[in-house]
């Protein structure tokens, strides 16, 4: 039972100025499982996406990789590591085809050589349905394709775990259906993903695990169906679908939580 | 004939123009340096083969098989210890230590090689001639540096679209952030770009120095030459570099025509008319592609 969890976060707090994103969040993430993270805007889910990938340093606190802290690397070594991110808003590297951005994260992320890099990048292109748009422009894709692209060349980089940051935001049901079904499959090669996503329906369809962040602290950690049966989630979500009253609510809820009322311009 | 005949050679003077201006639309292309003191590392690149070819018995022409190298390691380790720190405080302060260095090798070369003009003499290649016609002969120099700049043009291009290395420089340029997240460590990735720019330079510097004479304080007259051909071609654009830097040779060339004063004169006048009208370049571009 006393196996090494893949990613360990111990007693990480972050805080942005006064506002505080992570008060000694602690939890871990088994090989091959798949979590999601809800909470309201500003509860500091992106910002732990940031503080696990690299990207943001916490003010304390540790983070492990396969029992190896990661405190000291910075977010290119630990890509390389394992940890794949993707963005909310999609940054793909515009003057690149498709294919090109898929084969530089095959490149460096995989470590990757010649012929092997570019099946791998093919192979990714496939998976996600991009294969079409491969020698396109990256700046002339639309947002699904764009969305599509951040996720291909988030999984280009072969991770051990993977970040996802609303990847089905601003998309159809058909679109989000899409790429759930990309995900699902994914995770087939045992990947482990961390999930942020307002829409909690695409969550509770593909993730084992939910946690249910707000104010920097987990107030939910276990099965999707339990959690969002538990009565501090559901004062979040009044029992709605997390439309836009439900986000309504959940901003009433953090200032609640924090002294200082500040909107935290981080997260969202 | 004569106007011909300056047409003609500008376009060749064209091509040392392009050897200073490449490596700094590299830098300033990938991570966005203002290198003041390109025309300096170009001189110090010619004194450095003044001193060198005594010592190694090379011919002078041959010099840049060891110039070069030396200069792609000098170019990662000035982009790894001395810009890329000040990089964090902002481009200003990348201006400021680039201007600095500029200052220090100047006074370097002072103190070392005295304000006397050197120059490679590299024999039959530096005084022989194709005679097109009886007006018109084109040295074989000329003819090899603008081969060499356009060379050089090309492997760049090819090196950032065809190469792993290549496209990783171009993704870093693009958004390093980005690029981070995929693994690239983007210190290293501007220190090989560095490395190609100051390659380049070191070649700018010794076909000066085949071509005409080297002081301590020539470089800066040369960079603006360059700067002049980026901006022209358009900031980013390779190719925009290569036709920049040929418009300005053909200025001067044309100018010298006019009036023994008018040489050095007419391609800043040439620049400014083409700022005015088109101040984006001949070929302006967002990122390197």
């Keep these: 039972m006393e196996n090494t969890p893949l990613l360990e976060l111990v007693g990480i707090v972050k805080r942005f100025n006064k506002v505080s994103v992570a008060e000694g969040l602690a939890f871990s993430v088994a090989e091959g499982e798949a979590v999601g993270i809800v909470g309201p805007n500003g509860a500091g889910k992106t910002s732990l996406f940031g503080v696990i990938s690299g990207e943001l340093r916490q003010d304390a606190g540790e983070v492990r990789l396969g029992g190896e802290l990661l405190n000291k690397r910075d977010s290119a070594d630990r890509c390389r590591m394992g940890i794949g991110r993707t963005h909310q808003i999609p940054r793909p590297f515009q003057q690149m085809t498709v294919f090109e951005n898929v084969l530089v994260a095959a490149h460096q992320g995989a470590g990757l050589k010649g012929r092997s890099a570019s099946d791998l990048a093919a192979s990714v292109l496939y998976e996600t349905g991009l294969y079409d748009v491969a020698n396109r422009l990256a700046g002339r894709l639309g947002l699904l394709h764009r969305k599509r692209l951040e996720l291909a060349r988030a999984l280009a980089t072969k991770p051990r775990i993977l970040l996802l940051d609303e990847v089905a935001g601003g998309l159809t049901d058909p679109e989000v259906n899409e790429l759930i079904t990309i995900v699902l499959n994914a995770r087939k090669t045992g990947m482990a993903v961390i999930w942020i996503e307002h829409a909690v329906r695409a969550l509770v369809e593909t993730v084992d695990r939910l946690i249910c962040i707000a104010g920097g602290l987990i107030i939910g950690d276990g099965k999707p169906a339990q959690v969002l049966a538990m009565s501090d989630v559901k004062e979040l979500f009044l029992g709605t679908e997390p439309g836009e009253e439900g986000a309504l609510h959940l901003e009433h809820y953090t200032s609640h939580r924090q002294s200082d009322n500040s909107e935290n311009r981080q997260g969202s | ?289």
């Excluded at chain 2, 080297?214 to 901006?231: C, D, K, N, Q, R």
């Design chain 2, 1 to 289: 004939m004569s106007w011909v005949n300056a047409l003609i050679q500008g376009i060749f003077l064209g091509g040392l123009f392009v050897l200073f201006a490449a490596g700094l639309s590299l830098l300033f292309g990938v991570m966005e340096v203002i290198n003041l003191a390109h025309g300096d590392i170009a001189v110090a690149a010619g004194y450095l083969a003044v001193v060198l070819i005594p010592i190694l018995h090379i011919p002078a022409i041959w010099i840049f098989i060891v110039v070069v190298p030396i200069f792609v390691v000098i170019g990662y380790l000035v982009q790894r210890l001395l810009f890329q720190p000040s990089l964090k405080s902002g481009s200003l302060t990348t201006l400021l230590v680039t201007f600095g260095l500029s200052v220090i090798i100047e006074n370097l070369l002072l103190e070392g090689f005295s304000a006397n003009s050197h120059s490679l003499s590299i024999g039959r290649l530096g005084s022989g001639a194709f005679r097109i016609t009886s007006q018109l002969s084109i040295s074989y120099l000329s003819v090899t540096i603008l081969l060499v700049a356009i060379a050089t043009i090309v492997l760049i291009q090819l090196g950032l679209s065809r190469t792993k290395t290549g496209r990783i420089i171009r993704a870093v340029a693009d958004d390093r952030e980005a690029a981070q997240l995929i693994g690239a460590d983007y210190k290293h990735v501007f220190g090989i770009a560095a490395g190609v720019a100051f390659a380049t330079v070191a070649l700018a510097g010794l076909a000066l120095s085949m071509y005409s004479q080297i002081t301590p304080s020539a470089g800066p007259t040369y960079l603006i030459y360059g700067f002049e051909a980026v901006v022209i071609g358009g900031l980013g654009s390779l190719w925009g570099t290569l036709a920049g830097g040929i418009v300005l040779g053909v200025a001067a060339t044309i100018g010298l025509v006019a009036s023994a004063n008018f040489g050095a004169l007419a391609p800043h006048l040439v620049f400014l008319a083409i700022l005015a009208i088109r101040p984006q370049g001949f070929f302006p571009k967002k990122a390197l592609a």
